[in-house]
């Protein structure tokens, strides 16, 4: 039988409450210790099967696909690496609905008062300002065979070392992107903490130079007709583009994500839906959030 997603976000709250207001709670595992850890990946094994049990019976899951080796091989990590940070990649073509999924996951972490850190791969871009000026501006640069969402146009050996560095518990000064046509990249002018976890988004996030640094792999995935939707209300309304460039730029997109995005998909722990309702993902997380720190 399924379950729509309104009702889904009502028993989600149901097993949150009853997580939260159980008293049959066990004693908090002594985590420098194996056993303790054991105990641990054993009791989120048990808890992560039951979330996508659970997620399988609704009428639009969350989870489309989900790694069958997932659960043992996040175990293993748990027992054998505990002091090293939890990185997780979100990665996705372009308007899948990644970076609203990000945000919603900021402000759930705020809430929660969680120790993460986002990032953005997207600040990783190349200097590409001196060939802006040179072919008189970005769609220009384009049209003459720019490649901008290659590997080659990105900073994929930085990116793999702060990436190193996060997760050695280092923090760490990354470039910021100036997403205003311009194409400058400010080289260490953002702070990235290494927090307990770190969320990383972007079409970059699971490119082959640094996809194996990552603990949790995620794919978002969204139906190409909603993503041409998103992409040009967003090119027109916000970036002031005309009909024929964003066209242009959309097409453009198209083809990038089939070439170096998508393969993505294929290594990916979790492929979720796009546009599963956000209220739902909350409940979801704040389940996850409950089921991790909800110790006697």
Not at 120 to 140: A, R
Not at 195 to 214: L, P, R, W
Not at 231 to 242: D, G, L, Y
Not at 274 to 282: A, T
Request: charged content about 30%.
């Amino acid at each position: 039988m399924h379950i729509n997603i309104s009702i889904g976000i009502y028993y989600m709250q149901l097993l949150i409450d009853k997580e939260l207001n159980s008293s049959d709670k066990i004693l908090k595992p002594d985590f420098n210790s194996k056993t303790g850890r054991e105990l641990l990946a054993f009791y989120l094994q048990t808890k992560f099967k039951q979330v996508f049990a659970y997620d399988r019976r609704c009428e639009s899951p969350l989870f489309k696909v989900v790694s069958p080796t997932f659960i043992q091989r996040f175990s293993k990590r748990l027992i054998t690496n505990p002091h090293k940070r939890m990185l997780i990649g979100i990665t996705g073509e372009s308007a899948c609905g990644k970076s609203t999924i990000c945000r919603e996951l900021k402000n759930l972490i705020e809430q929660l008062s969680m120790p993460v850190s986002v990032l953005s791969t997207d600040n990783y871009f190349n200097d590409i300002s001196e060939l802006i000026k040179k072919y008189g501006g970005f769609d220009e640069l384009r049209d003459n065979g720019y490649d901008v969402d290659a590997p080659e146009s990105f900073q994929m050996e930085l990116l793999r070392k702060d990436l190193i560095k996060l997760s050695e518990g280092l923090d760490i000064k990354a470039p910021r992107y100036i997403p205003n046509g311009t194409g400058v990249s400010v080289p260490e002018s953002m702070d990235v903490s290494s927090d307990k976890v770190i969320v990383v988004e972007g079409i970059a996030t699971m490119y082959e130079e640094v996809q194996d640094v990552f603990d949790i792999k995620v794919y978002i995935e969204t139906e190409e007709d909603i993503r041409r939707e998103r992409f040009m209300k967003r090119a027109i309304s916000e970036r002031n583009q005309t009909d024929d460039n964003a066209q242009k730029q959309w097409d453009y997109i198209v083809e990038a994500g089939e070439k170096y995005v998508l393969p993505a998909r294929s290594s990916a722990d979790f492929v979720l839906d796009g546009n599963v309702d956000l209220k739902y993902f909350d409940k979801i997380l704040e389940y996850l959030h409950a089921i991790t720190n909800n110790f006697q």
